[in-house]
């Protein structure tokens, strides 16, 4: 029977089981379609085909199945058999393979059968294979990348009528737990020849399968510890029940299965791996989960999987955490008395499935003499192939490694992925894991270990430049904030340190006492300790200290209410009173038992030259905030403490406002007005554990990590909705230099925080409200003030800038392009051999500015003409957009009025204009063509039209359109509109897909696709999002412009490798332009990156752990400043 007759309707249609079990009639009908008619493929699941109503029918479910949809049209089948249509429906329209191909890669991300976080290289080999459609849909599915898109390449081969080249096999007994009697089944992992790298359900029998969670999860944590991950193969799993796929396959009881089969498929494919003696056994099968250090964990059904086990006489390698309950149903099934083995990890594992195969040993032994004759020849012959293999799995392991200890250990994971980088540079997913470590810690400027585990207390000197820390080591250290080098320690144990901001003295607390030191040098000198006070009760300790009166005295709160004072220079004991003699019992509140203070800090006066005392806030146990004058003595009530729902644990405040840190985040306190301006403030709602508030900037620390929130006495301060905890996990933190923040973390670190861009960000240049690169790679840019020009520049922004300051850096002019007058620019572009700038000249005309791409200032200024129909007044005669189209010798530019005018760049003749309706006035112009919006409003369209011929190509509808861009490759177009949704186009205007919309509600004003068409850069507001193109997932933390200016306009460098973008100041004043912001979107400069935040590079004896001795020790970070 033909697919024409399946389409058709006839009455022996196949059944369910027939189109997804071992006969795969549904991959069939889909492949006779494909060769035979085509144009039917789009009916073959209509809703009202019979086939949708088959695969409806079935019984599969999601796991994850959402309840706003209808179950009927949100079945597993279903959408499995649409993926296959998909893949099928690519390789007849090749054109359109980015749209048909997305809904497939969804269904099998979300079907559970690929591991997390894998991509994948479709060979070279495969592209030059086939027919160009073929060619078409392998080299889109090369260019997504994803483990998705390799499944979609493996399908789409064996669709077109391809072999699958299959290589070396492994087989590996497994369990199930169905029904009462369970289930015994074969996992099978092929090596496929040629195809893509990585991880695949078998594209010709698995692919009706949709799992869940915990099947994907220790499928990947299998994946990613063997060490195949790593060696470029591709590899198709299958799990048959005698001929039958298994297509309801869940949880992670397979985990252990896949790890061992694939370790024994390294073997198998490794030189000679034919003959090794020992091998799993045939008659030992592996039930059991696996997590991501190699551990066995625990599995559900072991009665039943036992049943089945006995009845088909198999042994079973269980997990050892379930010894106990596996021993309890012995005596169920006495054929399993003497065949269950225990296992830990996976090397246990492999230990109880493998056997000694005596065959191999006949084998091993007739083949000894040529392999110890020819071994030498052979292994010269392969000794550099191997080394660069070898090199490549263990590269392959260690960026496997890096990305598991992301959060937990970024600078152990940042080196590890660097150690990668450097053994075996373009090692499989390096390059994207250096960039999600660094995105993950992308504002961590430099980080270094302080202590063996804990730093408890950090305390700034912003004059010298150090930080001054205490762990678990019992001493205080002094650190130089720039280059993390130690500059001194001391000895003793210490609770915390506390800076004078009056003079470089330092004091330390423990429990009962203080310590001063002198730092004027950099490093702790002991000045000597404080003398004892008795007034405070035996048990009491410090709980917090600081310097008042100008840093003449030193001020300490106890917990049991004790307030004392010493003077700084003779160090002699002067006041000491008691909270609970001095308050009232209305001031007190109802105190809890135990411990009366939980904080305290000081609040320094702001009139301290008029003799003014300063304060401090005392925060009580029962959440209540008491103001106390230094000197005075005088006590007032700051915060009752009824307003507090959470346990407060942390107080800082002026005379305005109050911070209170508790264990659900900081309230904000307006102490003029007596209310609640946030809680919790910056959206923030994990336990503080510190605070630190200087120059109107508050730190927030917590286990999620530091956030900042400025202006904090200003209106601004509270207006911002949500910080970002940045950093890693923090026990402290304190405002540094140059709005740095310092951070003591849980793992023994320190950690220098910067509240911009971090790492990916490049330093941002001077103002200018234009800028476009030069053929060669260079920037070109305009001279602004007061809204005017004196002409352009090329710059190249690299090594030391010529001038920086608070608005940018400025470098060496490589060119200049300057005119006599001033003028206003809209918009440049270059050629290779000339420059132009439109905007408008003499304050009444339109025009473009023209010169040499040599530079000069001589430059040629061509008029753009206005239609007879427009506004005249001057303010409207502005040239809005310039273009050129080297491969026509033309230059393109347009009026504020719509109109579109040609000049001929080797005669400057100028072509009748080109009328287009006023409204939006972007274009975009690749090759000899261009688009235009046509209008404005809601009847607004885009028109493609032929610049040579001035034929119009193409007309679509394009309402409310604001912007275009068009991909340097030719293949993509971009439209988005003033509703925030973008449009993604062919290189033929034709759609791609549906507009999706842009999230938030930050209006979009710059969009920008890649040199290369697969990603598209989108600006809101302050931030800038990178989308990929295909899935329309972001592909990198947004990028932000740190001082909050509007990012207005985008551009990608020629290399694709760094993202510019224009700014304007949001001020409701006149617009002026910020500085022009960079950021780092390439994988480039790994080392000065990973260095500077880590601190250093891997030291011997972590590289003896983690890389191996059997590779040279490099010393990562050396040369690195």
Same mark, same amino acid.
């Given at each position: 029977?033909?697919?024409?007759?399946?389409?058709?309707?006839?009455?022996?249609?196949?059944?369910?089981?027939?189109?997804?079990?071992?006969?795969?009639?549904?991959?069939?009908?889909?492949?006779?379609?494909?060769?035979?008619?085509?144009?039917?493929?789009?009916?073959?699941?209509?809703?009202?085909?019979?086939?949708?109503?088959?695969?409806?029918?079935?019984?599969?479910?999601?796991?994850?199945?959402?309840?706003?949809?209808?179950?009927?049209?949100?079945?597993?089948?279903?959408?499995?058999?649409?993926?296959?249509?998909?893949?099928?429906?690519?390789?007849?329209?090749?054109?359109?393979?980015?749209?048909?191909?997305?809904?497939?890669?969804?269904?099998?991300?979300?079907?559970?059968?690929?591991?997390?976080?894998?991509?994948?290289?479709?060979?070279?080999?495969?592209?030059?294979?086939?027919?160009?459609?073929?060619?078409?849909?392998?080299?889109?599915?090369?260019?997504?990348?994803?483990?998705?898109?390799?499944?979609?390449?493996?399908?789409?081969?064996?669709?077109?009528?391809?072999?699958?080249?299959?290589?070396?096999?492994?087989?590996?007994?497994?369990?199930?737990?169905?029904?009462?009697?369970?289930?015994?089944?074969?996992?099978?992992?092929?090596?496929?020849?040629?195809?893509?790298?990585?991880?695949?359900?078998?594209?010709?029998?698995?692919?009706?399968?949709?799992?869940?969670?915990?099947?994907?999860?220790?499928?990947?944590?299998?994946?990613?510890?063997?060490?195949?991950?790593?060696?470029?193969?591709?590899?198709?799993?299958?799990?048959?029940?005698?001929?039958?796929?298994?297509?309801?396959?869940?949880?992670?009881?397979?985990?252990?299965?896949?790890?061992?089969?694939?370790?024994?498929?390294?073997?198998?494919?490794?030189?000679?791996?034919?003959?090794?003696?020992?091998?799993?056994?045939?008659?030992?099968?592996?039930?059991?989960?696996?997590?991501?250090?190699?551990?066995?964990?625990?599995?559900?059904?072991?009665?039943?999987?036992?049943?089945?086990?006995?009845?088909?006489?198999?042994?079973?390698?269980?997990?050892?955490?379930?010894?106990?309950?596996?021993?309890?149903?012995?005596?169920?099934?006495?054929?399993?008395?003497?065949?269950?083995?225990?296992?830990?990890?996976?090397?246990?594992?492999?230990?109880?499935?493998?056997?000694?195969?005596?065959?191999?040993?006949?084998?091993?032994?007739?083949?000894?003499?040529?392999?110890?004759?020819?071994?030498?020849?052979?292994?010269?012959?392969?000794?550099?192939?191997?080394?660069? =293999?070898?090199?490549?799995?263990?590269?392959?392991?260690?960026?496997?490694?890096?990305?598991?200890?992301?959060?937990?250990?970024?600078?152990?994971?940042?080196?590890?992925?660097?150690?990668?980088?450097?053994?075996?540079?373009?090692?499989?997913?390096?390059?994207?894991?250096?960039?999600?470590?660094?995105?993950?810690?992308?504002?961590?400027?430099? =980080?270094?270990?302080?202590?063996?585990?804990?730093?408890?207390?950090?305390?700034?000197?912003?004059?010298?430049?150090?930080?001054?820390?205490?762990?678990?080591?019992?001493?205080?250290?002094?650190?130089?904030?720039?280059?993390?080098?130690?500059?001194?320690?001391?000895?003793?144990?210490?609770?915390?340190?506390?800076?004078?901001?009056?003079?470089?003295?330092?004091?330390?607390?423990?429990?009962?006492?203080?310590?001063?030191?002198?730092?004027?040098?950099?490093?702790?000198?002991?000045?000597?300790?404080?003398?004892?006070?008795?007034?405070?009760?035996?048990?009491?300790?410090?709980?917090?200290?600081?310097?008042?009166?100008?840093?003449?005295?030193?001020?300490?709160?106890?917990?049991?209410?004790?307030?004392?004072?010493?003077?700084?220079?003779?160090?002699?004991?002067?006041?000491?009173?008691?909270?609970?003699?001095?308050?009232?019992?209305?001031?007190?509140?109802?105190?809890?038992?135990?411990?009366?203070?939980?904080?305290?800090?000081?609040?320094?006066?702001?009139?301290?030259?008029?003799?003014?005392?300063?304060?401090?806030?005392?925060?009580?146990?029962?959440?209540?905030?008491?103001?106390?004058?230094?000197?005075?003595?005088?006590?007032?009530?700051?915060?009752?403490?009824?307003?507090?729902?959470?346990?407060?644990?942390?107080?800082?405040?002026?005379?305005?406002?109050?911070?209170?840190?508790?264990?659900?985040?900081?309230?904000?306190?307006?102490?003029?007005?007596?209310?609640?301006?946030?809680?919790?403030?910056?959206?923030?709602?994990?336990?503080?554990?510190?605070?630190?508030?200087?120059?109107?900037?508050?730190?927030?620390?917590?286990?999620?990590?530091?956030?900042?929130?400025?202006?904090?006495?200003?209106?601004?301060?509270?207006?911002?909705?949500?910080?970002?905890?940045?950093?890693?996990?923090?026990?402290?933190?304190?405002?540094?230099?140059?709005?740095?923040?310092?951070?003591?973390?849980?793992?023994?670190?320190?950690?220098?925080?910067?509240?911009?861009?971090?790492?990916?960000?490049?330093?941002?240049?001077?103002?200018?409200?234009?800028?476009?690169?030069?053929?060669?790679?260079?920037?070109?840019?305009?001279?602004?003030?007061?809204?005017?020009?004196?002409?352009?520049?090329?710059?190249?922004?690299?090594?030391?800038?010529?001038?920086?300051?608070?608005?940018?850096?400025?470098?060496?002019?490589?060119?200049?392009?300057?005119?006599?007058?001033?003028?206003?620019?809209?918009?440049?572009?270059?050629?290779?051999?000339?420059?132009?700038?439109?905007?408008?000249?003499?304050?009444?005309?339109?025009?473009?500015?023209?010169?040499?791409?040599?530079?000069?200032?001589?430059?040629?200024?061509?008029?753009?003409?206005?239609?007879?129909?427009?506004?005249?007044?001057?303010?409207?005669?502005?040239?809005?957009?310039?273009?050129?189209?080297?491969?026509?010798?033309?230059?393109?530019?347009?009026?504020?009025?719509?109109?579109?005018?040609?000049?001929?760049?080797?005669?400057?003749?100028?072509?009748?204009?080109?009328?287009?309706?006023?409204?939006?006035?972007?274009?975009?112009?690749?090759?000899?063509?261009?688009?235009?919006?046509?209008?404005?409003?809601?009847?607004?369209?885009?028109?493609?039209?032929?610049?040579?011929?001035?034929?119009?190509?193409?007309?679509?509808?394009?309402?409310?359109?604001?912007?275009?861009?068009?991909?340097?490759?030719?293949?993509?177009?971009? =439209?988005?509109?003033?509703?925030?949704?973008?449009?993604?186009?062919?290189?033929?205007?034709?759609?791609?897909?549906?507009?999706?919309?842009?999230?938030?509600?930050?209006?979009?004003?710059?969009?920008?696709?890649?040199?290369?068409?697969?990603?598209?850069?989108?600006?809101?507001?302050?931030?800038?999002?990178?989308?990929?193109?295909?899935?329309?997932?972001?592909?990198?933390?947004?990028?932000?412009?740190?001082?909050?200016?509007?990012?207005?306009?985008?551009?990608?460098?020629?290399?694709?490798?760094?993202?510019?973008?224009?700014?304007?100041?949001?001020?409701?004043?006149?617009?002026?332009?910020?500085?022009?912001?960079?950021?780092?979107?390439?994988d480039r400069e790994w080392s000065t990156q990973i260095c500077r935040w880590a601190g250093g590079g891997l030291s011997r004896d972590e590289w003896r752990e983690h890389v191996g001795d059997d590779i040279t020790y490099v010393d990562l970070c050396r040369g690195v400043k």
């Amino acid at each position: 029977m033909t697919s024409i007759e399946f389409a058709t309707g006839q009455p022996d249609l196949p059944d369910h089981a027939a189109l997804t079990g071992s006969a795969q009639d549904w991959l069939k009908i889909c492949a006779r379609t494909l060769r035979e008619s085509p144009g039917e493929l789009g009916r073959l699941l209509t809703d009202d085909h019979p086939y949708a109503e088959i695969f409806a029918a079935g019984t599969s479910r999601w796991y994850d199945r959402d309840p706003r949809k209808p179950e009927r049209t949100d079945v597993p089948d279903l959408g499995s058999a649409r993926a296959i249509l998909a893949v099928t429906e690519a390789l007849a329209e090749p054109r359109r393979a980015t749209e048909l191909l997305a809904p497939a890669l969804a269904h099998w991300r979300r079907a559970n059968v690929l591991p997390d976080n894998a991509a994948t290289t479709v060979p070279k080999e495969l592209f030059q294979a086939g027919d160009q459609a073929l060619r078409g849909v392998l080299q889109r599915a090369g260019e997504i990348g994803s483990a998705a898109a390799g499944l979609a390449a493996l399908l789409a081969i064996h669709l077109h009528g391809g072999e699958i080249k299959r290589g070396r096999r492994v087989e590996v007994p497994v369990l199930f737990d169905r029904n009462t009697e369970g289930g015994q089944a074969i996992l099978s992992l092929t090596v496929a020849m040629d195809g893509p790298a990585g991880l695949y359900p078998d594209p010709t029998r698995m692919l009706f399968l949709a799992s869940d969670a915990g099947f994907r999860h220790s499928l990947t944590a299998a994946w990613q510890s063997s060490e195949l991950s790593g060696a470029g193969l591709c590899v198709l799993w299958a799990i048959q029940m005698r001929t039958e796929p298994c297509n309801d396959v869940v949880r992670n009881s397979l985990g252990a299965a896949f790890g061992a089969g694939l370790d024994e498929l390294r073997r198998s494919t490794a030189r000679l791996g034919w003959l090794r003696l020992r091998r799993l056994h045939p008659r030992r099968a592996i039930t059991g989960g696996l997590d991501g250090d190699g551990r066995v964990t625990a599995v559900g059904g072991l009665d039943t999987k036992f049943a089945a086990a006995a009845r088909d006489k198999l042994r079973v390698v269980v997990p050892r955490v379930q010894q106990a309950e596996a021993d309890g149903l012995r005596d169920r099934h006495p054929a399993l008395r003497r065949g269950l083995y225990y296992a830990s990890d996976l090397d246990e594992v492999l230990a109880h499935a493998r056997w000694f195969d005596a065959r191999q040993m006949a084998l091993a032994a007739a083949l000894v003499l040529v392999l110890v004759l020819g071994g030498v020849i052979v292994d010269r012959i392969n000794q550099n192939e191997l080394a660069r =293999s070898e090199l490549a799995t263990r590269a392959a392991t260690l960026t496997t490694q890096a990305t598991l200890l992301k959060q937990t250990d970024p600078r152990l994971a940042g080196l590890l992925a660097l150690a990668a980088h450097r053994i075996s540079p373009g090692a499989a997913g390096n390059a994207d894991a250096l960039r999600d470590i660094l995105a993950t810690n992308e504002n961590v400027i430099r =980080s270094w270990k302080a202590s063996p585990s804990v730093v408890d207390t950090v305390a700034v000197d912003v004059s010298r430049s150090r930080v001054y820390t205490s762990g678990d080591d019992d001493a205080i250290k002094a650190w130089d904030l720039e280059t993390s080098a130690e500059t001194g320690r001391l000895a003793g144990s210490t609770a915390r340190l506390v800076m004078s901001p009056y003079a470089p003295v330092l004091a330390a607390t423990d429990s009962d006492r203080i310590r001063l030191f002198n730092v004027a040098g950099g490093k702790p000198e002991p000045l000597g300790q404080l003398p004892e006070y008795f007034c405070a009760q035996d048990q009491s300790t410090i709980v917090a200290a600081g310097f008042v009166d100008s840093g003449a005295t030193v001020l300490a709160a106890w917990t049991d209410g004790a307030i004392t004072t010493w003077d700084t220079m003779t160090r002699e004991a002067g006041d000491c009173w008691r909270l609970r003699d001095a308050a009232t019992d209305k001031q007190l509140g109802d105190v809890l038992p135990g411990r009366l203070v939980l904080d305290a800090s000081v609040m320094p006066s702001e009139e301290a030259w008029r003799g003014a005392e300063d304060r401090l806030l005392i925060l009580l146990n029962q959440n209540r905030i008491l103001d106390v004058g230094a000197r005075t003595h005088e006590i007032s009530v700051a915060l009752d403490g009824d307003e507090l729902v959470a346990d407060a644990t942390h107080v800082r405040g002026t005379a305005e406002r109050l911070a209170v840190g508790t264990s659900a985040g900081v309230l904000l306190w307006d102490r003029t007005t007596k209310r609640n301006l946030a809680f919790p403030l910056g959206g923030l709602s994990s336990a503080v554990t510190g605070l630190d508030f200087r120059d109107d900037r508050l730190v927030i620390a917590g286990p999620t990590g530091v956030a900042v929130i400025p202006d904090f006495l200003t209106s601004s301060g509270t207006g911002r909705s949500a910080a970002t905890p940045r950093g890693g996990p923090a026990r402290t933190a304190a405002v540094g230099k140059d709005d740095t923040i310092v951070v003591g973390g849980a793992d023994g670190r320190i950690a220098v925080l910067n509240d911009d861009g971090g790492n990916l960000t490049l330093p941002a240049l001077a103002p200018a409200n234009t800028a476009a690169y030069t053929p060669d790679g260079a920037l070109l840019l305009n001279n602004w003030s007061q809204a005017r020009s004196g002409g352009l520049f090329t710059v190249r922004p690299t090594g030391e800038p010529d001038w920086s300051g608070p608005t940018g850096v400025t470098y060496r002019h490589e060119r200049d392009y300057s005119r006599s007058r001033n003028f206003y620019v809209n918009d440049t572009a270059v050629s290779a051999t000339h420059v132009a700038a439109v905007g408008q000249i003499d304050n009444d005309t339109a025009a473009v500015v023209v010169w040499p791409a040599g530079g000069g200032s001589e430059p040629r200024d061509l008029v753009i003409p206005t239609p007879d129909d427009a506004v005249r007044e001057a303010q409207w005669q502005i040239g809005v957009h310039v273009a050129f189209a080297p491969a026509a010798n033309l230059m393109v530019a347009r009026h504020l009025s719509g109109q579109v005018a040609i000049w001929d760049t080797t005669t400057w003749a100028r072509a009748a204009p080109l009328d287009l309706r006023p409204g939006n006035t972007s274009m975009a112009v690749h090759g000899t063509r261009g688009v235009f919006t046509d209008g404005g409003d809601d009847r607004g369209e885009l028109v493609m039209l032929d610049l040579v011929t001035r034929q119009e190509l193409h007309r679509i509808p394009g309402p409310n359109t604001v912007r275009l861009n068009w991909s340097a490759d030719g293949t993509r177009i971009v =439209s988005m509109r003033e509703s925030r949704h973008l449009q993604l186009y062919n290189g033929d205007l034709n759609p791609i897909g549906a507009p999706w919309q842009l999230p938030g509600t930050g209006l979009g004003s710059g969009v920008a696709i890649s040199p290369d068409g697969t990603r598209v850069a989108v600006s809101q507001e302050s931030r800038v999002y990178v989308y990929d193109l295909v899935t329309r997932e972001q592909v990198m933390l947004p990028l932000v412009d740190p001082d909050g200016n509007d990012v207005v306009s985008l551009e990608w460098s020629p290399d694709g490798g760094t993202l510019l973008g224009l700014t304007i100041v949001p001020t409701r004043a006149l617009k002026e332009p910020g500085p022009v912001r960079r950021w780092l979107v390439a994988d480039r400069e790994w080392s000065t990156q990973i260095c500077r935040w880590a601190g250093g590079g891997l030291s011997r004896d972590e590289w003896r752990e983690h890389v191996g001795d059997d590779i040279t020790y490099v010393d990562l970070c050396r040369g690195v400043k």
